[in-house]
């Protein structure tokens, strides 16, 4: 379970903290620390939250930090190992084969060597094992995989070694940092959530909101920003079916900026309401308290 | 709408005398704090294993904490694997290392365990429920089984034999045919639409001579998800055992299933029918049930169903189906608009009336059937055990 710790793991919580803040992403003591024991220990982090508040950036962050290279995995209903992990390129082989002349085919090396490694299509599961601690693996959605992905990237996660059968064993040399995200959009096995540490990142304070605001859109204007924070929480605490994420509030100052915008009011939030809301339902429950929704604090 | 606990003040707080930040004062009684910790949250309820507590003690080890909320964090990422326990976490946290007294009147619950899935909260609702009962008696048509007046914690008694065996003529037959639906993989099949030209290069490269074989694929299939949602309020009394038996059967049959109950509030009851008895099964989902008997609020439980769990894509794709009398107290504006959306957020949806009886064609005339109606893919009976089964017969075909 524990591995030695590597050269470039942060030596502290704040340290990790501060390196995220220099990458453009705000992350809690919690997060941080979630990450650093991950790092150390070499165990996988399971992210779960709302939707768009920076679980897939936060991979994208760590990586960055390290300079390490981002193999992202999209999860989705009915992936499989072909495009997880490998796949061989029977197009590629059968040209090979056309290729070859008589006497070059009866030699025994010809077949083998339909088996090398430039046939071998790697999926970023693969990809990342030969990466090692060069590579951040996101593994985005894991929900939203079958349930007997999530079997198979348990084993997977375990050795981080698999069997071509062509081919032999291919182990990581170092393990590589696993990040997973969960939308919850159902409950995930709990052998998986057992090897992994838990964080659960939910919507940030309004202070959060503003420091990420400021990183993230250095040029928006101050007043601007703290109104449409403000205003934002306000709509999270409206009974709404998809409430605004951090990535909703992002999209809203960068669309009040193109507009040109310093001040938000109901004319203007109005014009943009379609940044924040993204449900017709919200959008006219929205539209009827939209002064409230703006009023100054 | 998701407010995480408010983690503990990151200041070193004054703390009780043994706390875990007297760091070198002796390694092994920190291992013993650390690990004492660990069966505190065992004893609350929460899962943690001995491989947790290693993985919490290794992790403060390498972190070694300059103060407390070093040791929060470093448990909280360790010990903790859902949401739901965060809140239990964090009571047990503040009483083992801050020293908080534990509040009044709450105690263990040996009986059920804090993992309840998806969201463990049970709603207590805060009117009296059963105010409504005189009202709705009224309306109650008899039900051709004997016994109308059941008692009320009769009700989910012992199952009796001839039910018992109805459960399982009912799990036999839904094991034959659950509703499916199409996936993305294909598989071999010799009548398939499609060829499988991974497959015959394959071949081919085996066999280097001649066009290869012709391999097609289809695609697979899988169960598709059900949804049940039933209605156990006063005018309902006398279908809801019929309806919570059923649903134990189904949950038997199929794995993609979940069940819900509601009066005037909405519960997830699908963890308490994972047991092998239904005895026990049906007294575990009694009890998470708090508002037997009472009124009926169809409307706001849909809108409850399909804002906490059906937008998050509890119900894509799959049958919803509503079992319910449609004697709604609620405003039907509400129902007309949770249908609406309900019906966007899912594959089917099936109402189950038992005011129809064996005329299934047309809609008993009550309000909030007119105004669900348009949304009903297909209406059925289920008053009694048979024509549950004659459901659960039709149903890969409404699938």
């Known amino acids: 379970m524990s591995e030695q710790p590597r050269n ?66 999209q999860c989705y209903e009915g992936i499989d190992t072909h495009q997880a992990l490998y796949e061989w390129d029977y197009a590629r082989q059968m040209l090979h084969v056309r290729a070859l002349s008589e006497s070059e085919l009866s030699d025994a090396s010809a077949v083998s060597g339909l088996y090398s ?35 198979f990237l348990l084993e997977l996660l375990s050795d981080f070694q698999i069997t071509i059968p062509e081919v032999g064993t291919v182990a990581a040399s170092d393990r590589p940092t696993v990040v997973l995200t969960s939308n919850r959009t159902r409950e995930l096995h709990d052998a998986l959530k057992r090897r992994c ?26 007043t601007l920003v703290h109104k449409v924070v403000a205003a934002v929480q306000r709509l999270r605490d409206m009974d709404l079916v998809k409430p605004p994420g951090v990535a909703e509030t992002l999209d809203w100052v960068d ?29 006219e429950l929205v539209g009827a308290e939209l002064d409230r929704v703006v009023a100054d604090a | 709408m998701s407010s995480v606990p408010q983690p503990v003040s990151p200041s070193v707080p004054e703390g009780p005398p043994a706390s875990a930040d007297d760091a070198g004062s002796g390694p092994a ?11 505190a949250l065992r004893h609350e309820g929460l899962p943690v294993g001995s491989d947790d507590v290693v993985t919490f003690c290794t992790a403060v080890a390498e972190l070694t904490p300059s103060d407390i909320a070093d040791v929060y964090w470093c448990g909280r990422a360790t010990l903790v694997h ?52 005189g009202d709705d008696r009224p309306m109650v048509l008899g039900l ?46 010799p009548s398939g639409a499609r060829l499988d030209i991974r497959r ?15 391999r097609r694929l289809s695609r697979t299939q899988r169960p598709r998800p059900l949804v049940l949602i039933c209605d156990v309020s006063g005018s309902m009394a006398d279908y809801s055992r019929n309806l919570l038996q059923f649903a134990y059967s189904m949950r038997r049959a199929a794995r993609k299933i979940e069940v819900f109950c509601f009066g005037t509030r909405l519960t997830r009851i699908t963890p308490a029918l994972d047991r092998r008895n239904p005895d026990d099964a049906m007294k575990l989902a009694a009890a998470r049930v708090l508002d037997w008997d009472g009124g009926t609020q169809i409307g706001a439980s849909l809108d409850t169903f399909v804002r906490r769990w059906g937008r998050k894509g509890l119900s894509r794709g799959a049958t919803v189906v509503v079992c319910s009398d449609g004697l709604d107290r609620g405003d039907p504006a509400v129902l007309a608009d949770a249908m609406e959306r309900l019906s966007r957020l899912c594959h089917r949806i099936v109402w189950m009336n038992p005011l129809a009886r064996d005329d299934v064609e047309t809609l008993p005339n009550t309000l909030a059937m007119s105004v669900a109606g348009p949304f009903i893919d297909s209406l059925q009976s289920g008053h009694d055990l048979d024509s549950l089964e004659s459901f659960a017969r039709k149903l890969p075909q409404i699938g």
């Open chain 2, 82 to 133: 859902r949401r739901d326990h965060l809140a239990v976490f964090d009571e047990v946290f503040r009483q083992y290392f801050l020293g908080h007294p534990a509040p009044a009147g709450r105690e263990p619950d040996a009986t059920e365990p804090v993992a309840q899935g998806l969201s463990g909260t049970l709603n207590v609702p805060d009117s009296e429920p059963g105010e409504q009962t």
């Open chain 1, 117 to 151: 490694p430039e046939f071998l299509i790697e999926r970023p599961l693969l990809s990342a094992i030969r990466a090692g601690s060069d590579a951040v693996l996101l593994i985005d959605e894991i929900d939203r995989a079958d349930d007997e992905f999530e079997a």
């Open chain 1, 8 to 73: 470039e793991t942060p030596a502290s919580v704040a340290d990790l903290q501060a390196q995220f803040l220099s990458s453009g992403y705000l992350a809690s003591r919690g997060l941080a620390t979630a990450t650093l024991i991950g790092l150390r220990l070499g165990r996988p982090i399971l992210l779960e939250g709302e939707v768009g508040v920076g679980k897939t950036e936060m991979a994208k962050c760590l990586a960055q930090i390290g300079g390490r290279q981002l193999i992202r995995l």
């Open chain 1, 197 to 222: 540490l838990y964080h659960w990142i939910g919507f940030p304070s309004v202070e959060e909101e503003i420091e990420i605001v400021r990183l993230r859109v250095p040029a928006a204007v101050e």
């Open chain 2, 29 to 39: 009684e920190i291992v013993a704090r650390l690990v004492g910790f660990g069966h």
């Open chain 2, 144 to 189: 051709q089984a004997s016994g109308v007046e059941i008692q009320r914690d009769k009700r989910f008694a012992e199952c009796t034999p001839e039910e018992l065996a109805a459960l399982r003529r009912i799990m036999a037959r839904i094991g034959l045919e659950p509703p499916r639906r199409r996936t993305r993989r294909r598989q071999p099949d």
């Open chain 1, 255 to 283: 669309a009040l900026g193109v507009l040109g915008t310093t001040e938000l009011d109901a004319a203007s939030a109005a014009d943009t309401l379609g940044t924040v809301i993204k449900d017709r339902d919200d959008l």
């Open chain 2, 200 to 214: 015959m290069a394959r071949e081919a490269m085996r066999l280097s001579h001649a066009a290869p074989e012709l």
